[in-house]
């Protein structure tokens, strides 16, 4: 037997980058658009049947001769043209009101066809935001462990001029390298705030649209 499957489980990834529960919700949206308007061609066609039908009995019954008929069969004879009519105008009724129904249902469909695009563009800019911070910490990383490992280098090699003789040029290097490594840091973690500042504005946005 398969595990009964929960939105909840699928909602949150270990990916950061991933956008999968509102993907999913989105998708849900639309397939909830393409099945309001099914619905609505079903009633489309249904209400043309109904008046087609309908007023095919109408004619029906209204070119129906018997008149040259008397007494009772002549009263039945109308009397069946009669219910002919009424259950004609009955169905023209019924395709009158699913034309009201369907009317209804278009209206529903293009209110949230708004809202859908109205929340849509609103997830759409947070969740930009924050790819483009996180590429921006990314590479801030990136160029912050390349800073360090310069700044090893440099200390390192400082370190092996220092014991053999001049070592201004090295040290001044070397002490370059350890200011930019620092500022690659400040940079990282400038980077790491704002990514963290715009996440919890994306998690905020999935808890409140």
């Not at 007494?71 to 699913?98: P, Y």
């Not at 930009?128 to 990314?138: D, E, G, P, V």
């Not at 090893?152 to 014991?163: G, H, L, V, Y």
Request: hydrophobic share 30%.
């Amino acid at each position: 037997m398969m595990p009964q499957l929960q939105f909840k489980d699928a909602f949150w990834c270990r990916d950061f980058t991933a956008h999968t529960g509102y993907e999913v919700l989105l998708q849900r949206l639309l397939d909830g658009r393409k099945m309001c308007k099914d619905m609505e061609e079903l009633l489309r066609q249904r209400a043309q049947a109904e008046e087609r039908y309908g007023k095919e009995l109408v004619q029906i019954a209204r070119k129906a001769g018997g008149q040259t008929e008397i007494n009772s069969l002549r009263a039945s004879f109308d009397s069946l043209k009669q219910q002919m009519e009424n259950v004609g105008s009955s169905h023209i009724q019924l395709a009158l009101t699913l034309r009201e129904e369907l009317r209804s249902l278009e209206e529903f469909r293009e209110r949230q066809k708004e809202q859908r695009k109205k929340y849509e563009a609103v997830m759409d800019r947070v969740q930009k935001s924050k790819l483009s911070l996180y590429k921006k910490a990314m590479e801030s990383k990136k160029t912050y462990e390349q800073k360090c490992r310069d700044a090893d280098d440099a200390e390192q090699a400082f370190e092996r001029i220092s014991a053999n003789g001049p070592q201004k040029q090295s040290q001044n290097k070397a002490r370059q390298c350890k200011d930019s490594a620092t500022e690659a840091e400040r940079v990282y973690r400038q980077s790491i705030a704002q990514l963290e500042k715009v996440r919890a504005e994306w998690e905020q946005e999935h808890r409140t649209t």
